[in-house]
């Protein structure tokens, strides 16, 4: 019986580099991940710095941005460890992060 393990190391071969390319995209995404855990805290030094002036007509929603990181952050880690297949979640992100103060008085001032 004749074995080829010539085509067979040619198969393998040529998967390397998709494993090496999956690798490499694991650990960027890894890498996203810490990422944001930064940004979530520099944004939180920010909110806790930030001084609720009497009127200010605008503001930045932190809980609204904070929200759309942690959605992030879970779709990543969802795709890194995929329990199942399940359907795709269909909600968006607003992307905009200024809301009207609570105490605003109007003002003169144009946008």
């Known amino acids: 019986m004749r074995t080829y393990a010539f085509p067979s190391l040619l198969i393998c071969l040529a998967a390397l580099p998709a494993v090496a ?5 694991r650990s960027d995404l890894g890498l ?5 855990t930064a940004i979530e ?15 200010t007509r605008y503001r930045f929603d932190y809980p609204r941005f904070t929200a759309d990181l ?3 952050r879970e779709g990543i880690h ?3 460890s995929p329990s199942r297949a399940q359907p ?4 968006e992100m607003t992307g905009q992060y200024r809301v009207d103060a609570p ?3 109007p003002s003169d001032e144009h946008d």
């Open 78 to 80: 969802k795709y890194l």
């Open 88 to 91: 795709a979640d269909q909600v």
């Open 70 to 72: 942690e959605r992030i």
């Open 103 to 105: 105490h605003s008085s």
């Open 32 to 36: 996203v991940q810490r990422q944001f």
């Open 41 to 55: 805290q520099l944004a939180d030094r920010a909110e806790s710095g930030s001084d609720d002036a009497a009127g």
């Open 21 to 25: 390319q999956e690798s490499r995209e």
